[in-house]
């Protein structure tokens, strides 16, 4: 049986016993939920409906999940068990059918379906816990014996087997494992499911959520209450039970995984169990190809932080497998290949974004190819060190560098390191916190409101809505002024307590009448609010709220998404709010439209990025506010400023159009069959609204903010800058209307002082600048011929020289050496060398009589982009044997080993590229 037919008969399976078939969701989770960077269980999507916060849409489901865990990165290769990425099928069940039925499903399924023996057929259930109060599960038990399984292939197994809960506290309830005995000729006769053995192999799991786990009054425990509803999550991994029903050893050999081991062979020319050193490359290879074709389909990009970093991790372990292999460079996009060919017919975004992956794939190749060579010979170094010192560690500040300069992931280093009977000395993560911290405080900007307190704030509104028993109906799509109710309100002071005494809940009419001093901050709930919540980007509308009768006035400050319901955060200006007051709720227009111009725009600018960049651009971000827009899009490299203004001209083009914008109900099928862009990391339902801009030909996007009702209306579109956000992250910047009005108009006013200045029309100022600036340079270099003769540097060509610098992620970067008779020659060059390439990252060096001499030079901005003159020089200066250091913006050093400077310059050159990509 196929992998593809143990899929599609269990989802049919369980559709025809009332389950709903739901697609896959994103390896990326939802947006608002932060427990994890990637998806981790079937049931991971899910987690708001087990939660009650969401309505699922039914109450029996069924999914084949694409999953991805980390916990296992390390013995991917290793073993021929672990997996990265894999497919969890999944039948659940919210408040409908409970254990008698689960476990009826789950026996009928392995036997008629699947084919098993019942013979084979050996369960676990929970054995009891005295500190949770609970006995065994006789319940399961019993039905399992009712079923035909004897009492002796009934095994109880420990809380920490059999007893599922996501934390300390919320649903929870113990669970039932189904094993596979696969005979005492792959163990012996005393093993039993639950233990460490190759004889059982557990196939399913099955969750029984019957409680809900809360800290005791004394906070030395846990309680546990009946749930007003019992669940079911049950999860069976695809990929471990096509080994069982395909009659094979491992995973590795299944229909899935074969066809990756044999790409390895073909471009290794090896074979798969000729040793252990290549079995494990070739395992390593088959899982990562998986999962980094997954994963950049679901538009992660590699990076150095969250599941960016996962990402990379996973493709430079696998390059690194790939070179001890001796592959052919571009190997990386030939296993992505035959991933969309494996499973593309199943997973269609696999094909659909295809040329993004390829991208992806194939730049982190070519960008960690060139510094591994360096660095695996530097980690070498110090391996040879540590053995001729006898000592059986390496410092951590060595394996920080590594990381810091050739890119390599720290927990490739230890691999690399237990290789050898290694391990690492002292605090890796330490040394990493203070880079980063490093890097937060040069970016920061000084915003209002730390993350803890925008949560505390959020917590308290989540707090006060679900106490008000009052939902919220959003009118914003279709009115500005609605005219509603006060639903509940709340009065809270900075320590986050009504103003007076005790704890200021909803209930009392005297506290929700009272008369307040203005400037009092209230949470408030109306029947009907026309404020949109901020939400994908967008911000929170603000406005006013006033009593019909005239006596209250409240300004909105904030408006707080809550699921599909919303609290607005307001100050009193006038009078008291009352519960049941009939009020007037006008949202600010002039920032509404503003804010729906920026909008609008940020689509048209996501359309012509994938137009004229390429369609590997997808959202990693936004800002969209009345005062400007800011997009962060995934692309590897800075913007040309000819492919900025071709896509501005773009935007343009198509805002004089003057395309009607219409926002469209309809299903989230139906959405992606018309190619509609979806926000990365957000969950939609069945029914979802999407953005059309025109026919649908160049813009269509899934997206719940308001916009203009044409282009037309947003006016002349004007980008400010184009940077980087993140490593393969840039971001732009924008404005649009009348703020992008005032900027050309002040662009016109600076342009005809600087025409005055120089006695001249302002449309000529820049030629009239262009003469000024060579006629400075002339001077300058007539002046320094005039007064350096023994410089020694005149038969360097600084022109020449300055030609051969490159640009590397959107950086200038020159690494030469030259021919000059000392260290302050060199000097000489650099700086004038610096005089002609402006922002740039520079290493020279030169060889004199025996001896090396190198310089560095950083600008600031590169600086602050991680590289640094004194670390580059530093990995230099290795190479020939030398040492050295300085500043982050200059340095110096120097080598015994002339013939090695080719490959010193080469090793700066990596090391500044490693830095710029990360």
Same mark, same amino acid.
């Given at each position: 049986?196929?992998?593809?037919?143990?899929?599609?008969?269990?989802?049919?399976?369980?559709?025809?016993?009332?389950?709903?078939?739901?697609?896959?969701?994103?390896?990326?989770?939802?947006?608002?939920?932060?427990?994890?960077?990637?998806?981790?269980?079937?049931?991971?999507?899910?987690?708001?409906?087990?939660?009650?916060?969401?309505?699922?849409?039914?109450?029996?489901?069924?999914?084949?999940?694409?999953?991805?865990?980390?916990?296992?990165?390390?013995?991917?290769?290793?073993?021929?068990?672990?997996?990265?990425?894999?497919?969890?099928?999944?039948?659940?069940?919210?408040?409908?059918?409970?254990?008698?039925?689960?476990?009826?499903?789950?026996?009928?399924?392995?036997?008629?379906?699947?084919?098993?023996?019942?013979?084979?057929?050996?369960?676990?259930?929970?054995?009891?816990?005295?500190?949770?109060?609970?006995?065994?599960?006789?319940?399961?038990?019993?039905?399992?014996?009712?079923?035909?399984?004897?009492?002796?292939?009934?095994?109880?197994?420990?809380?920490?087997?059999?007893?599922?809960?996501?934390?300390?506290?919320?649903?929870?309830?113990?669970?039932?494992?189904?094993?596979?005995?696969?005979?005492?000729?792959?163990?012996?006769?005393?093993?039993?499911?639950?233990?460490?053995?190759?004889?059982?192999?557990?196939?399913?799991?099955?969750?029984?959520?019957?409680?809900?786990?809360?800290?005791?009054?004394?906070?030395?425990?846990?309680?546990?209450?009946?749930?007003?509803?019992?669940?079911?999550?049950?999860?069976?991994?695809?990929?471990?039970?096509?080994?069982?029903?395909?009659?094979?050893?491992?995973?590795?050999?299944?229909?899935?995984?074969?066809?990756?081991?044999?790409?390895?062979?073909?471009?290794?020319?090896?074979?798969?169990?000729?040793?252990?050193?290549?079995?494990?490359?070739?395992?390593?290879?088959?899982?990562?190809?998986?999962?980094?074709?997954?994963?950049?389909?679901?538009?992660?990009?590699?990076?150095?932080?969250?599941?960016?970093?996962?990402?990379?991790?996973?493709?430079?372990?696998?390059?690194?497998?790939?070179?001890?292999?001796?592959?052919?460079?571009?190997?990386?996009?030939?296993?992505?290949?035959?991933?969309?060919?494996?499973?593309?017919?199943?997973?269609?975004?696999?094909?659909?974004?295809?040329?993004?992956?390829?991208?992806?794939?194939?730049?982190?190749?070519?960008?960690?190819?060139?510094?591994?060579?360096?660095?695996?010979?530097?980690?070498?170094?110090?391996?040879?060190?540590?053995?001729?010192?006898?000592?059986?560690?390496?410092?951590?500040?060595?394996?920080?560098?590594?990381?810091?300069?050739?890119?390599?992931?720290?927990?490739?280093?230890?691999?690399?390191?237990?290789?050898?009977?290694?391990?690492?000395?002292?605090?890796?993560?330490?040394?990493?916190?203070?880079?980063?911290?490093?890097?937060?405080?040069?970016? !920061? /900007? +000084? @915003?209002?409101?730390?993350?803890?307190?925008?949560? &505390? *704030? $959020?917590? #308290?509104?989540?707090?006060?809505?679900?106490?008000?028993?009052?939902?919220?109906?959003?009118?914003?799509?279709?009115?500005?002024?609605?005219?509603?109710?006060?639903?509940?309100?709340?009065?809270?002071?900075?320590?986050?307590?009504?103003?007076?005494?005790?704890?200021?809940?909803?209930?009392?009419?005297?506290?929700?009448?009272?008369?307040?001093?203005?400037?009092?901050?209230?949470?408030?709930?109306?029947?009907?609010?026309?404020?949109?919540?901020?939400?994908?980007?967008?911000?929170?509308?603000?406005?006013?709220?006033?009593?019909?009768?005239?006596?209250?006035?409240?300004?909105?400050?904030?408006?707080?998404?809550?699921?599909?319901?919303?609290?607005?955060?307001?100050?009193?200006?006038?009078?008291?709010? !009352? /519960? +049941? @007051?009939?009020?007037?709720?006008?949202?600010?227009? &002039? *920032? $509404?439209? #503003?804010?729906?111009?920026?909008?609008?725009?940020?689509?048209?600018?996501?359309?012509?990025?994938?137009?004229?960049?390429?369609?590997?651009?997808?959202?990693?971000?936004?800002?969209?506010?009345?005062?400007?827009?800011?997009?962060?899009?995934?692309?590897?490299?800075?913007?040309?400023?000819?492919?900025?203004?071709?896509?501005?001209?773009?935007?343009?083009?198509?805002?004089?159009?003057?395309?009607?914008?219409?926002?469209?109900?309809?299903?989230?099928?139906?959405?992606?069959?018309?190619?509609?862009?979806?926000?990365?990391?957000?969950?939609?339902?069945?029914?979802?609204?999407?953005?059309?801009?025109?026919?649908?030909?160049?813009?269509?996007?899934?997206?719940?903010?308001?916009?203009?009702?044409?282009?037309?209306?947003?006016?002349?579109?004007?980008?400010?800058?184009?940077?980087?956000?993140?490593?393969?992250?840039?971001?732009?910047?924008?404005?649009?209307?009348?703020?992008?009005?005032?900027?050309?108009?002040?662009?016109?006013?600076?342009?005809?002082?600087?025409?005055?200045?120089?006695?001249?029309?302002?449309?000529?100022?820049?030629?009239?600048?262009?003469?000024?600036?060579?006629?400075?340079?002339?001077?300058?270099?007539?002046?320094?011929?005039?007064?350096?003769?023994?410089?020694?540097?005149?038969?360097?060509?600084?022109?020449?020289?300055?030609?051969?610098?490159?640009?590397?992620?959107?950086?200038?970067?020159?690494?030469?050496?030259?021919?000059?008779?000392?260290?302050?020659?060199?000097?000489?060059?650099?700086?004038?060398?610096?005089?002609?390439?402006?922002?740039?990252?520079?290493?020279?060096?030169?060889?004199?009589?025996?001896?090396?001499?190198?310089?560095?030079?950083?600008?600031?901005?590169?600086?602050?982009?991680?590289?640094?003159?004194?670390?580059?020089?530093?990995?230099?200066?290795?190479?020939?044997?030398?040492?050295?250091?300085?500043?982050?913006?200059?340095?110096?050093?120097?080598?015994?080993?002339?013939?090695?400077?080719?490959?010193?310059?080469?090793?700066?050159?990596?090391?500044?590229?490693?830095?710029?990509?990360?």
């Amino acid at each position: 049986m196929t992998s593809d037919e143990i899929r599609e008969r269990y989802l049919s399976f369980f559709e025809e016993r009332g389950h709903r078939r739901i697609p896959s969701a994103s390896l990326v989770p939802s947006a608002h939920d932060h427990s994890a960077l990637l998806t981790v269980a079937g049931m991971h999507p899910l987690k708001p409906y087990f939660l009650g916060q969401e309505t699922p849409p039914a109450r029996r489901l069924t999914s084949c999940q694409k999953v991805f865990r980390t916990v296992d990165i390390d013995n991917v290769g290793n073993t021929t068990r672990h997996l990265t990425f894999f497919e969890m099928l999944g039948n659940f069940s919210f408040g409908d059918y409970f254990k008698h039925e689960a476990i009826a499903l789950a026996w009928e399924l392995s036997k008629d379906v699947f084919g098993f023996d019942q013979a084979d057929i050996w369960v676990t259930v929970f054995e009891g816990d005295e500190g949770l109060g609970l006995g065994p599960d006789e319940e399961a038990i019993d039905r399992w014996v009712e079923l035909g399984v004897p009492r002796t292939r009934i095994v109880q197994c420990p809380r920490s087997e059999n007893f599922w809960q996501a934390g300390p506290a919320g649903p929870c309830g113990p669970c039932s494992e189904l094993y596979i005995d696969r005979g005492e000729q792959h163990g012996s006769p005393g093993d039993l499911p639950g233990g460490e053995n190759e004889r059982f192999l557990e196939y399913w799991n099955l969750v029984f959520m019957q409680y809900d786990q809360q800290p005791d009054a004394q906070g030395a425990g846990s309680t546990l209450e009946p749930l007003p509803a019992n669940n079911i999550d049950t999860g069976l991994g695809l990929n471990r039970l096509a080994a069982i029903l395909q009659g094979k050893q491992s995973v590795f050999e299944t229909d899935q995984f074969q066809p990756l081991i044999e790409l390895g062979e073909e471009l290794s020319g090896r074979r798969y169990r000729e040793d252990f050193a290549t079995d494990r490359a070739l395992r390593i290879l088959a899982d990562h190809a998986r999962a980094m074709t997954f994963l950049t389909a679901d538009g992660v990009v590699p990076s150095n932080e969250d599941r960016g970093y996962v990402l990379r991790r996973v493709m430079r372990r696998a390059i690194q497998q790939g070179r001890a292999l001796e592959l052919e460079p571009g190997f990386l996009t030939r296993y992505g290949e035959r991933v969309r060919e494996l499973m593309g017919a199943t997973y269609p975004e696999l094909s659909e974004h295809a040329e993004a992956t390829d991208m992806w794939l194939s730049s982190e190749e070519e960008s960690f190819g060139r510094t591994l060579a360096q660095g695996m010979a530097t980690l070498r170094t110090h391996i040879e060190q540590a053995r001729s010192q006898a000592r059986s560690t390496v410092p951590a500040e060595e394996v920080f560098r590594l990381h810091d300069t050739y890119g390599f992931p720290y927990e490739m280093t230890s691999e690399l390191l237990a290789e050898e009977g290694l391990s690492i000395e002292g605090d890796f993560d330490t040394l990493m916190e203070q880079q980063r911290a490093r890097g937060r405080a040069g970016g !920061r /900007t +000084g @915003a209002a409101g730390t993350p803890s307190e925008v949560a &505390q *704030a $959020r917590a #308290a509104a989540s707090s006060f809505a679900a106490g008000s028993g009052v939902a919220t109906r959003f009118t914003g799509y279709e009115s500005e002024e609605q005219h509603t109710t006060v639903g509940a309100v709340q009065g809270v002071s900075a320590n986050g307590r009504e103003p007076g005494e005790g704890p200021g809940a909803q209930g009392g009419e005297d506290s929700q009448a009272r008369s307040v001093p203005a400037g009092t901050r209230y949470l408030l709930k109306l029947a009907e609010s026309p404020f949109y919540a901020a939400g994908g980007g967008q911000v929170a509308d603000v406005g006013t709220i006033e009593c019909e009768d005239g006596d209250c006035r409240a300004r909105v400050e904030d408006v707080f998404r809550l699921g599909d319901d919303q609290a607005l955060a307001v100050v009193v200006e006038q009078g008291a709010l !009352r /519960t +049941g @007051a009939p009020v007037v709720a006008r949202v600010d227009r &002039q *920032a $509404r439209h #503003a804010t729906e111009c920026n909008h609008t725009a940020t689509h048209l600018l996501q359309a012509a990025l994938r137009e004229l960049v390429g369609s590997h651009v997808r959202q990693a971000g936004s800002y969209v506010g009345p005062d400007k827009l800011r997009f962060d899009f995934s692309h590897g490299q800075a913007m040309s400023a000819e492919e900025l203004r071709d896509v501005e001209d773009r935007v343009n083009e198509w805002i004089a159009r003057n395309d009607p914008v219409r926002p469209i109900t309809t299903t989230l099928e139906e959405a992606r069959r018309l190619g509609a862009m979806a926000l990365f990391g957000e969950k939609y339902g069945e029914v979802v609204r999407m953005v059309q801009i025109g026919d649908g030909e160049y813009s269509r996007e899934l997206c719940g903010g308001t916009h203009v009702r044409s282009t037309a209306e947003i006016g002349p579109f004007r980008i400010l800058s184009e940077t980087s956000s993140a490593a393969n992250v840039r971001r732009i910047e924008a404005v649009t209307g009348p703020v992008a009005v005032d900027l050309l108009r002040e662009h016109d006013r600076l342009l005809g002082e600087i025409g005055a200045q120089l006695r001249t029309r302002a449309e000529d100022a820049p030629s009239a600048v262009h003469t000024l600036m060579q006629e400075r340079k002339r001077l300058e270099k007539a002046l320094k011929e005039g007064s350096g003769p023994a410089s020694g540097t005149g038969s360097v060509d600084v022109d020449s020289l300055a030609r051969l610098a490159e640009e590397i992620a959107g950086a200038r970067v020159l690494t030469a050496a030259v021919d000059v008779p000392d260290a302050k020659a060199l000097l000489d060059v650099l700086d004038r060398v610096k005089g002609r390439l402006k922002d740039a990252a520079i290493l020279l060096g030169t060889a004199d009589d025996g001896r090396v001499h190198l310089v560095a030079s950083v600008a600031p901005a590169l600086v602050k982009r991680g590289v640094k003159a004194g670390a580059v020089v530093k990995v230099a200066a290795e190479m020939v044997g030398g040492g050295g250091g300085g500043r982050d913006t200059m340095a110096q050093a120097g080598g015994r080993d002339p013939e090695k400077l080719d490959a010193a310059i080469d090793a700066a050159r990596a090391a500044i590229e490693s830095a710029l990509t990360a």
